[in-house]
Every structure is written in C-alpha cells, then in structure tokens.
C-alpha cells in the first residue's frame, strides 16, 4: 500500500512523485514506456525551452487565455521564480534567450530528465516502467485500485499525470481522457494547437530547412484579411513551422472552417516599399550587365533566392538586369512584401507540439488539483483542458501542477 500512485512518467508525474516523496509520503510512479520523458528528451528540439522568464504573474498568465483566472491560486504556490530556484537546486541552472525562453544552460533535454530523476530518487520514488495501467477501480466517488495487467497496486491518493496527444510516438496516446472519462469527467476533444502548418505552394517547399528572424505573416480567408503575426519562421519540406507559425495554429485552425485561406509572408517588415526598391536599384546598378538570377540572391534574405526565383518565372529570371523594366522590379519589390501562400491544413498529433483538449477546469479544484468527482484524485499537465502557446508555457504548467498535485496528494 503506498501513499501516493502517480501514472505517467512525464514532466508532470515526475515533478508530482518527486514533490510527494520529498514531504515524506511513500509514492510509486508507474510510466508505460521503458523509459521516463520520452516526450521530455525531445521538447525544444532537444534542447527543453524550461519556462518562459517572465516572473510577473499578471503579465504571464494571460498566455493561456480563458484558462488565466483558474491559474494565479495554482501559481502562487509553484510560479517561474520557483522553476528557477527549484533546476538551480538540482545543479541545473538556466539561461534564458530571446522571446524570454529559458533553456538549461547545458541545452540538453537530457539533463532535465536527469535532474528530475534525481530528485524522485532523492525522495525514494518507487518507479515502476514498462508498467501500463489498464484498468482504474472506483466505486462511489473514490479510486479503490489501478491495474497493470494482473498487477494491482493501490494507493490512498492518485495523480493522473499521462498527458495528451501531441507525439504520440512518446507513448501519448490519450489513455488517461478514456479512464478520466469512465471516472466521470467530461473530456474536451483534442486537438492540435501548437502545430505546424501544410501548404500547397511549391516554392516554399524549395526553401525547406531554411530559417528566417523576423518575418510577417498574414493570415486571409476567401481574401479578406484576418490577422497577422510577427516572428521566426522554418519552412519544410510539407509547409512552415517555428514559433511564427506554431503560434498562429490555433487561429489558422478556425481559419480554416471558414473558407479558403491564404496567406502572404513580408520578407521587410520593417522596410517599406519605396526604402525597398531603392536598396534594389542600389544592387541592381551594381550589377547591370548581370543576368537577374545571379543577382537575386543579394535582394533577398539568406537562403530564399530558389523559391523567390521561381515564383518571378523562368523569363524574367533570365533577363539581363539593364532590360528589366520598372514595373518588373516594382513587381519583385511587391513579392518581397507579400510572398504568397495556400493553406492546406493543420499538420496532426504526430507533428504537435502541444495539443488542447481535455479536463475542463470547472471539475478541478485548481488550488489543489484535485478532482471534484473523484475525492482521491488528481489531475495535472496536458490533461486539463488549458491552451498556451509555445515558449516554455507548456512545460512550466507541467512543473506548477505537478508540484500543487503532488504538496496536496
């Protein structure tokens, strides 16, 4: 019999076990996989994005939307102060970077699985791997038992920590949506929100592998503009990503129940069109008796010159810079500003980064995670129903719910 049962051997659920060992309770983790943090090892591109570095509540919690009011009892009590202090004291300090992202200053996903290997160990977790739950007993209200197989393993407290379905390859494949469910919760279905997206035009395909600082995106349906976003962008070789685009999902999701949408990339933003073409008069005086192709690379930014020359046509591409007219280098100052895009889709689960979808926070007491249909219960990370959006948002809801779910188990 142990104090505390914790399924889900993620952020979370190690964060959970850890807190509860370290105030003196007997926990068991139990994680299906072989090993713990799959989906861990593999955030911030390997690399972990921590926390978002922004330690004024009232500016930070608003990132997640509707979900802020239900956040500041649960933030008063493990907030990005205390991820700082809390990595600093398991001999992994941070160092924070643009956008305020906050990395572990090894930049190794690894080091924060092991710091928090360490600090279960510390407390004298019992963690059992390889051990998938299937089946949770309850009866009126209370969790009786949990199941591995013919194992039985019960607990007077257990936190449900087995994330959403964002990777699934990491072994999130929604399980605890199905127990929750059957236990009396109400699950929002999820989807993809912090996601790539697909697009149908093959000059940006050309581009994949190539990043870009400081792009301008805008989002159209059926023409009409909708909203715009400034930021760092990738393309791929199905569409876009990086934070620029990851950050419009969710919006571009809704986008797309509306009609056909499109959208336009402003390699200046911070260029208008008359400063534009003069810095290309300026490289086109340079350059007259060059032909436009070799020329366009020094007109565009790093690494895009093959998807800009597709899209000016072969003709003009060949043209010796003397013999292009005026309204042809308007109409290459026009492209810069406005370089086009169809969007096909929202990439899946197997591509998000993050998914909503989930517990709603009504049947949560947030203050301590606690289920409010199931007295014994908890419930934490990417199984409550919270959008945010990339940037260690994600992961520092895990560590603060993690740490609430396992003080209060």
């Known amino acids: 019999m142990y104090d505390v049962i914790v399924i889900g051997g993620g ?39 921590i926390t978002n570095a922004e330690l004024d509540q009232r500016a930070f919690l608003p990132a997640y939307g509707t979900a802020e009011p239900f956040l500041y009892s649960t ?26 992202r906050a990395f572990p200053h090894t930049q190794n996903a690894s080091d924060v699985l092991a710091a928090l290997e360490a600090y279960m160990k510390q407390g004298g977790v019992t963690v059992s791997r390889g051990a998938a739950v299937t089946r949770v007993e309850a009866t009126e209200g209370h969790i009786e038992a949990v199941y591995c197989g013919a194992k039985v393993f019960s607990a007077q407290a257990y936190v449900c920590a087995t994330g959403s379905l964002s990777h699934p390859e990491t072994g999130s494949t ?30 940006s395909k050309l581009l994949s592998g190539t990043s870009l600082s400081f ?33 419009s999902a969710k919006k571009v999701a809704d986008l797309l129940h509306r009609g056909v949408v499109t959208a336009t990339i402003d390699a200046y933003p911070h260029t ?47 043209k010796k810079i003397h013999l292009v007219t005026k309204e042809e280098r308007k109409k290459i100052v026009r492209l810069l500003k406005a370089l086009p895009l ?14 909503d979808g989930g517990v709603p926070l009504e049947e949560v007491d947030m203050k301590t995670m606690r289920s409010r249909k199931i007295d014994n219960l908890f419930i934490t990370g990417d199984l409550l129903h919270i959008n945010r959006p990339s940037g260690g948002y994600s992961l520092q809801l895990c560590w603060t719910t993690g740490f609430v779910a396992g003080s209060h188990a």
């Open 11 to 49: 952020a979370s659920g190690m964060m959970a076990a850890g807190r509860a060992a370290a105030l003196g309770k007997k926990v068991l983790l139990l994680e299906k996989n072989k090993h713990l943090g799959e989906k861990l090892k593999i955030s911030g591109g390997g690399r972990c994005n």
């Open 75 to 100: 933030f008063s009590q493990f907030g990005v102060a205390d991820t700082f202090s809390f990595f600093e004291s398991q001999k992994l300090p941070l160092v924070v970077e643009a956008r305020k």
């Open 174 to 203: 929604g399980d605890g949506f199905h127990w929750l469910a059957k236990l009396g919760h109400t699950i929002h279905k999820p989807t993809p929100t912090i996601v790539p997206l697909s697009v149908h035009d093959a000059w």
């Open 215 to 247: 792009m301008k995106i805008t989002f159209y349906v059926d023409g009409e503009k909708q909203f715009s976003k400034t930021g760092k962008l990738l393309f791929t070789h199905f569409g876009l990503s990086g934070p620029l685009i990851l950050n």
């Open 272 to 318: 208008d069109l008359g400063s534009l073409e003069k810095n290309i008069i300026s490289v086109f005086d340079a350059n007259k008796n060059k032909v436009l192709k070799n020329v366009v690379k020094e007109c565009v930014p790093l690494g895009t010159h093959r998807g800009v020359l597709l899209l000016l046509g072969e003709e003009l591409a060949a």
């Open 342 to 355: 169809t969007i096909d889709g929202l990439m899946g689960f197997d591509r998000a980064v993050v998914a």
